[in-house]
């Protein structure tokens, strides 16, 4: 089966992380550390969007559940599912939410049926991706979404002045030839371009400065789109 082109590179890290660092941190340090703050600003994303308990959530590139453990604490019954592609980020994740289902996946495929989401979450997940693996991706949110259901995902790009030090930074370790994870820029005319190719609407974009909780931003911007709550039969056949 194809699976992604860093997970050997990504399961190594975090068994590095793992080995040098007490549990907790090495599990925060695999997300990009501020495990709880980054947790409490998704929520807040997800409450913005009008989360009820009764949703079906998918949660792609959900790593060791910072969101997820945000959520249990209000939204324990909720239909969660966290998608990655680390076994150990999935079991920390797991003991975080305890009734939340988590899914190892290594493919550009939702396991969910057609139609059955209310939601689906990407925080800094396709800002990782080929551009080609992220509109794959977003095609099967796509499917998988409820009509009226929202596609909600978090991106750099080069518009926002404040996205540049992640180019420099990944300037300077291709010439130190210093290894590296992939560091993609989307620009929101390439959202406009792919939504209306798939048939999302673009419900907003929200620059990553602008969405706070307690006053801490997001950093990356977000995509909001919306799947029409009344669709052609012939998309995504």
């Known amino acids: 089966m194809p699976k992604f082109h860093f997970v050997e590179d990504y399961e190594r890290y975090v068994s590095d992380l793992i080995a040098t660092h007490p549990l907790d941190e090495a599990m925060a340090l695999a997300v990009g550390g501020n495990y709880e703050l980054f947790g409490q600003i998704e929520h807040a994303v997800l409450e913005y969007l009008g989360i009820q308990p009764n949703w079906t959530l998918v949660d792609l590139g959900c790593g060791s559940g910072r969101l997820a453990s945000e959520l249990f604490r209000t939204y ?7 998608i990655d592609i680390v076994k150990s980020l999935l079991e920390y994740a797991k003991h975080k939410a305890p009734s939340y289902r988590f899914i190892l996946s290594r493919s550009l495929k939702i396991p969910f049926e057609s139609a059955s989401a209310d939601c689906v979450a990407a925080f800094s997940l396709f800002t990782h991706l ?3 693996e992220t509109y ?8 998988a979404l409820k009509p009226g259901g929202k596609l909600a ?15 420099e930074e990944t300037v300077a370790a291709a010439s130190s030839n210093s290894e590296t994870h992939l560091n993609t820029f989307i620009e929101r005319s390439v959202i406009a371009l792919w ?7 673009i419900q907003e974009f929200v620059a990553g ?20 709550a009344e669709v052609m039969s012939e998309r995504c056949s």
Do not use: D
């Open 153 to 167: 995902f978090s991106f750099i790009e080069f518009a926002e002045g404040g996205h540049w030090h992640v180019f």
């Open 136 to 143: 794959q991706y977003m095609t099967e949110a796509y499917r």
């Open 76 to 82: 324990p019954e909720l239909n969660y599912t966290g």
């Open 130 to 132: 080929l551009h080609a």
């Open 209 to 228: 400065g602008e969405c706070r909780w307690n006053g801490q931003p997001l950093g990356q911007t977000l995509a909001i789109l919306v799947k029409p």
């Open 195 to 201: 939504a209306s190719k798939i048939g999302f609407e």
